[in-house]
């Protein structure tokens, strides 16, 4: 049942997304609106029930999570109040017709095997922070098996220390087996959801090491209930 619920999810995604594109090419003084109301309709398809702990702080200027599943980005961008510009990899924006994902509500794309992407990312997050729009990364770099953590890539510090970002770190469970992008199973189901006490960017501190530390922490005491 899991199988057919998630090819229905694909064939829905397909269909969807592609609509939510032209919407968003069409109506861009509306791009966040429609981008919310596509993630409700799959919260409601998918049978997505939530469970929150700690505060959303909308005054950060970065959201950084786990990545376990394509519904983490889903869960984000239906909760968060703000505008969020994405940090992706080149790949998905490369995608026939499915790279205007990106395209269309200006995420950020950055190519890992270019040496020049830290500077792309640079320069475009701040003209993404100029317009009020939070950054939001996985820094991790690519998704885990939603049972650890992998190690954090530098992309994600490098960014907030030059520009002295609030960050908020928020830790996600359950999302890779209500949404399983990989294997494409599907199951109705409740996602956790964790707001970290945000802290303040600075090249003095070793804030990102601690906030990494902390989500791993997070994450293996919510596994071992």
């Known amino acids: ?24 090419y069409l109506f861009k003084k509306h791009n966040h609106k429609i981008r ?22 909308e005054s950060c200027d970065m959201v950084i999570m ?26 998905i924006t490369d995608l026939f017709l499915f790279g205007h994902i990106m395209k269309a509500p200006e995420m950020i794309s950055i190519n890992r095997e270019d040496k020049t992407g830290i500077v792309t990312l640079l320069r475009e997050a701040k003209e993404r922070l100029s317009k009020g729009r939070p950054i939001a990364m996985f ?17 994600a510090r490098i960014l907030a220390d030059k520009y002295g970002l ?32 945000p802290v ?4 003095e501190s070793d804030w990102f090491v601690q906030t990494e530390a902390k989500m791993r922490e997070t994450l293996e005491k919510e596994m071992a209930k």
């Open 1 to 24: 049942m899991s199988k057919i619920r998630g090819i229905f999810t694909l064939i829905q995604f397909t269909i969807t997304v592609l609509i939510t594109v032209i919407a968003m």
């Open 36 to 57: 919310k109301i596509w993630t409700a309709l799959q919260i409601k398809l998918l049978g997505i029930t939530f469970v929150i702990e700690g505060k959303m702080d």
């Open 66 to 91: 786990n990545h376990q599943s394509l519904l983490d980005i889903v869960v984000m961008e239906y909760l968060h109040t703000r505008n969020l510009a994405w940090v992706g990899k080149k790949e």
């Open 139 to 155: 820094p991790e770099g690519t998704r885990s098996d939603g049972k650890s953590m992998g190690k954090f890539k530098s992309g």
């Open 166 to 197: 609030k960050v908020q770190p928020v830790v996600m469970l359950n999302t890779r087996q209500v949404l399983d992008s990989k294997t494409l199973h599907a199951i109705p189901g409740t996602v956790k959801v964790i707001f970290l006490e």
């Open 200 to 203: 303040v960017a600075s090249k």
